[in-house]
């Protein structure tokens, strides 16, 4: 089985180290990006009401349109460059390049004709169904495929680098206060069981991650054994962006908070969720392979560590307003045009409403980063012009 056989590999892993123990962040990469069973890498992965979790592009076409719409000006912004270039990072099954490009080629075709859309994923199995969605959309002429970030060559791009959840899935570091001081979670391996340990940290970065977010978890306000996680990955992943844009922006959407709500002394458990079959758990050593794992994103971090990489911020707010800032009001004052059937408008309403959910996929944070750009470039972008920080 499936199960057992990404369960082994692990064990293996674990048995072959030299203190026959694993950080968190190596088990949570192996259950999700192992090359052949990972739960991403697999290919069986499902979005929508049939899978374990749904996204704003499995909402319909609006997500992919609104954000076509903020690209169109990003690029009259920076003076309409002969080439501009898409960089969709951890594309999914593809539905939101379809909806990008679609809308892009009928509403925007001098923008289109100049576009070129890269796809950055390093799942196979992703990677086969995003590039079947396009070639049905008679698309795929239109996209190159890169398994990773590192293949883009040093400021090569001119346009934008943007994802739509994706950090919330790099795996992490877990860590817990211990007699005052930052120990590591480490897992092992023990009468048959996943079992954890904790030690001193696997690497330095993570005490000084708190000074770059400027969190004091040593304050008298943290609790014994408090309990949280750091995403290093992100801010290699941000610095490698950074490496690639010449001249352009970064937009990323994600759930997350500032690292002041993220490490408050209150959210003492960290953020770590699992998702299987659309229910929660908080279990990662359950459905090994088959279950989603997450984190929020602490969006200081991004901030502050891109500025140390070269990248300017432009603009923060949360999903809803950004998606308002760019027509969703207008799409939902549309639905009483006569256009629609009773059941189009209740379907479509209903989607336009998650989507800018202030309880749901509303609150989702949305950072804009730029690099490059020339002082009369760095205006409030219109997604940005409802300022409703996360």
Not at 95 to 101: G, N, Q, S
Not at 258 to 287: E, I, K, M, V, W
């Amino acid at each position: 089985m499936q199960l057992q056989t990404l369960k082994s590999i692990i064990v293996e892993k674990i048995t072959n180290s030299p203190q026959q123990r694993i950080t968190f962040a190596e088990y949570m990469d192996q259950v999700l990006y192992h090359p052949q069973y990972g739960y991403y890498s697999s290919g069986t992965v499902k979005i929508g009401a049939d899978g374990d979790f749904f996204t704003s592009s499995s909402l319909g076409a609006d997500f992919g349109e609104l954000l076509a719409e903020q690209f169109v000006e990003m690029w009259q912004n920076i003076g309409h460059p002969a080439t501009f270039t898409l960089v969709e990072m951890g594309a999914g099954s593809g539905i939101l390049a379809v909806d990008i490009l679609n809308y892009l080629q009928q509403q925007y075709p001098d923008f289109f004709i100049i576009l070129e859309y890269i796809i950055v994923e390093q799942a196979q199995g992703l990677i086969q169904q995003q590039q079947q969605l396009l070639e049905e959309h008679k698309l795929n002429e239109k996209v190159q495929f890169f398994t990773d970030l590192e293949n883009i060559p040093e400021e090569s791009i001119i346009g934008c680098f943007f994802s739509n959840e994706l950090i919330d899935a790099f795996p992490v570091h877990r860590i817990k206060l211990i007699q005052g001081k930052i120990q590591e979670i480490y897992l092992s391996y023990v009468n048959e069981k996943f079992v954890e340990l904790t030690d001193e940290p696997s690497n330095t970065q993570l005490i000084k991650y708190f000074d770059l977010v400027g969190v004091d978890l040593f304050s008298n306000s943290y609790p014994e054994e408090y309990f949280t996680e750091v995403n290093l990955v992100a801010l290699k992943w941000l610095a490698t962006v950074a490496r690639c844009l010449k001249r352009g922006y970064v937009l990323t959407i994600d759930y997350g908070y500032s690292a002041q709500n993220y490490y408050h002394p209150q959210r003492y458990q960290g953020t770590l969720q699992c998702y299987y079959q659309h229910r929660f758990n908080d279990n990662p050593y359950a459905n090994i392979g088959h279950q989603d794992i997450t984190t929020h994103v602490d969006f200081t971090a991004l901030e502050n560590y891109g500025k140390l990489c070269g990248l300017e911020e432009l603009g923060n707010t949360k999903q809803g307003m950004f998606l308002m800032a760019l027509g969703l009001g207008k799409r939902l004052n549309s639905l009483s045009s006569g256009k629609y059937n009773a059941m189009e408008i209740i379907k479509r309403r209903d989607a336009l409403h998650q989507l800018i959910n202030p309880i749901g996929l509303g609150k989702f944070g949305v950072l804009l980063q730029s690099k490059g750009l020339k002082a009369n470039e760095k205006k409030i972008l219109k997604g940005f012009q409802l300022p409703n920080r996360y």
